[in-house]
């Protein structure tokens, strides 16, 4: 058996338990044949339904041989950076915004952040990969604003309309990197287009400077425009782009 600081990828327990089959990740962002071949007799062994490669897009070798062994490609991730000032006027009091009021988020509020989440994430690898059950991808969402609201998350925001949560944003911090990341977003049907997904951004990057941190970053899905929009009109900029890929392994296989 390979030992686990050597093997060429990882077993994803909360992927796997969630989903109800083995998931494995690549350890490499790049391939080459005896990179492939490892990682094919490692799932193969392990009984992996399906692995994740996340990969580099400055190595031409590696996109061809991703397609010539069945990597499917279900993803563009685009991070995006932006570097906090330091100065920061949140209102962590709940006080109205010129849209919305953001403050934090409550236990009364996750079954209506649940339910925002049901159809905020349809850009998502999870969705695009039809190898996942649909229910799957919409309950991965709505299990993750739970959680992030029951404490997997330092901070949620919640948007607020004439007393009732539009929507959403969940802060993570990196203390020693001194970096904030956003986790999710999500507004709900009814409220988008007023700007409330760029009170939130703003709100969580001055919640961000509070917490001493020097810089956030963000990830979305090179298919979702309108996330690219909206964290470039809050000032990030795109700080690295990698490809997704998914690559399924016959049940029968041992």
Not at 57 to 66: D, F, G
Not at 73 to 93: P, Y
Not at 116 to 132: A, L
Request: aromatic share 10%; net charge neutral.
């Amino acid at each position: 058996m390979i030992p686990p600081s050597q093997a060429p990828c990882e077993i994803l327990d909360w992927d796997t338990n969630f989903f109800g089959f083995r998931i494995a990740r690549a350890g490499s962002d790049t391939l080459t044949p005896e990179i492939v071949q490892s990682l094919d007799e490692f799932c193969r062994h392990n009984q992996v339904r399906c692995l994740y490669f996340l990969s580099t897009i400055h190595e031409p070798n590696t996109t061809r041989l991703a397609e010539a062994n069945d990597f499917q490609l279900v993803d563009i991730r685009l991070t995006f950076e932006k570097v906090l000032s330091g100065n920061s006027h949140l209102k962590t009091d709940g006080g109205l915004n010129k849209i919305a009021a953001i403050r934090p988020a409550r236990a009364a509020d996750i079954a209506d952040l649940v339910k925002i989440s049901q159809k905020s994430y349809i850009d998502s690898r999870f969705y695009f990969d039809k190898n996942f059950p649909r229910p799957l991808a919409e309950a991965l969402y709505q299990k993750w604003i739970q959680v992030s609201c029951e404490g997997w998350a330092e901070a949620v925001l919640v948007a607020e309309l004439d007393q009732v949560p539009v929507g959403y944003i969940t802060c993570h911090l990196d203390q020693e990197q001194k970096s904030g990341k956003i986790g999710l977003v999500g507004v709900s049907n009814q409220a988008q287009g007023q700007g409330i997904g760029k009170e939130l951004v703003n709100q969580a990057s001055e919640w961000f400077s509070i917490q001493g941190m020097g810089k956030v970053t963000v990830v979305t899905q090179g298919r979702n425009l309108a996330a690219q929009r909206l964290y470039q009109r809050c000032g990030f900029i795109t700080q690295n782009i990698q490809l997704w890929y998914h690559k399924w392994y016959p049940l029968s296989e041992k």
